[in-house]
């Protein structure tokens, strides 16, 4: 019998995963964690063009220079924060920039604090790392409330991971808040990972970036949703030059570096018309009122989601919830795989079209 490695043995694979395969191919996804448009056609042509001219082989590590200096000055104007393109490190989606960065600072048995319900990830990259995963509750609202995170910090806490707009709440926090965290995080010593993929996706409140707040921050980001470029694979991961040292030792061996052709198209992406981007917004916003205005409409209370494209509901039985639906065609997330705070309540996305949306609602209403 092969032994494996004991800090895999607590990740679970099998749940959600499950639940699609149930589901007939006919159904309504309400399940997707992805935009449901297909990448902008400008973008496309910018990575074909990359193909013709032969940029097919490896890059250098951090990625090519033209990129970074593109994120570069986004850091500077969108999220406003000062960083070299040393500093940034392109990697093959925000997920091995989450991994990495946490690779980089976790030592066996450190505490990584994470909102719960949380992006799954975080739970399970924590323990790759070797590190104890620390939930931090969220208020009824799902706001991050300082003074629960100040409860809930420990001795043996390194790091607090934030997700601003949020998967799975899609609750943006309040520039008050992420000064709080910040404040906070400098009085304990913590370094702050900030997972910022949801921020072109806001509908009400303002993106703010902790790296333009206090030092010690990892920001990362990703043309993955913003661009409906989930399947490029590519992130990017920007922090203070003692932290890239460490994480570019992770990206070289895992990764040496991300997709070439992936990188031209994401710096097409950065650079070309962001058009697509408002536009991908002003969608997202009327299906989440549409779902909104619906749910209330069947008695359903819940805090509006201000960003991303889920919206977090409360039920009395998720399990039955999730079941019936799938039963009758609408795939949604347990709430339970976000987290042990997660339970009772179920994740939709509407990163579908309004007509799903709406067949969805009668749906919901024939289940309940
Ligand atoms: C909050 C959050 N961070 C990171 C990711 C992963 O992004 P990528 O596809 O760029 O690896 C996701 C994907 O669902 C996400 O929801």
Redesign the pocket.
Known sequence: MVKFADRLQKIDLSGIRRLFEAAGSDAINLGL??PDFDTPPHIKEAAKRAIDAGFTGYTPGKGIPELREAIRERFLEKNGFEIGVEDIIVTS???EA?HIALEAIVNPGDGVLIPDPG?V?YFSLTRIAGGIPKSLRLDENFRLDPDLLLEAIGPGDRVLIL?SPS?PTGRVQTRDDIRAYTEIAEDYGLVIIS?E??EEFIYDGEHVSPASLTDDVITIN?V?KTYAM?GW?L?YVGAPSEYIEQMLKVHQYIQACASSVSQFAALEALTGPQECVRSMCDEFRARRDLLVEGLNALGFSFPIPDGAFYLFLRVADEEGFVTKLLQNGVVTTPGSSFGENGRGHVRISYAASRSDIKRALEIIERVI
Do not use: E, P
């Open positions: 964690g992805q989606g925000a997920s989450l992006f990830s997700n998967n997972d993929v949801y990703a993955s989930t694979r992130g």
